[in-house]
Nanobody, 126 residues
Framework: QVDLVESGGGLVQAGGSLRLSCAASTRTFSDYAIAWFRQTPGKEREFVAG???????????LYSNSAKGRFAVSRENAKNSVYLQMNSLKPEDTAVYYC????????????????WGQGTQVTVSS
């Protein structure tokens, strides 16, 4: 069982930045891939970014096209945490952001992830 708690959401103006955090409760955090998804009302949850387990490839990160170049995902195993740095935010980034965990490698679909956080709201005003 892995419990995940997101934090760092809020209201920001377009062009601004936010840093989301995902804290995990597991003794084997380094064995898990952590991904960020987001969801708006009436739409399916979509992949944003993810980072592989610590023993993975030399390039463990993966981004959606909309996140590439603006968002950066990183992990700090000593704190059982993963971060999503979001820069140059746009109104279309407004959503509830969720972190999710699965063993080893990042996947881009929700059905691959057995563990989810409760979500944190990000609102970008124009």
């Amino acid at each position: 069982q892995v419990d995940l708690v997101e934090s760092g959401g809020g209201l920001v103006q377009a062009g601004g930045s936010l840093r989301l955090s995902c804290a995990a409760s597991t003794r084997t955090f380094s064995d898990y891939a952590i991904a960020w998804f987001r969801q708006t009302p009436g739409k399916e949850r979509e992949f944003v970014a993810g980072i592989d387990w610590t023993g993975g490839t030399t390039d463990p990160t993966l981004y959606s096209n909309s996140a590439k170049g603006r968002f950066a995902v990183s992990r700090e195993n000593a704190k059982n945490s993963v971060y999503l740095q979001m820069n140059s935010l746009k109104p279309e980034d407004t959503a509830v952001y969720y972190c999710a965990a699965r063993a080893f490698n990042v996947g881009v679909t929700t059905d691959l992830y057995p563990y989810w956080g409760q979500g944190t709201q990000v609102t970008v005003s124009s």
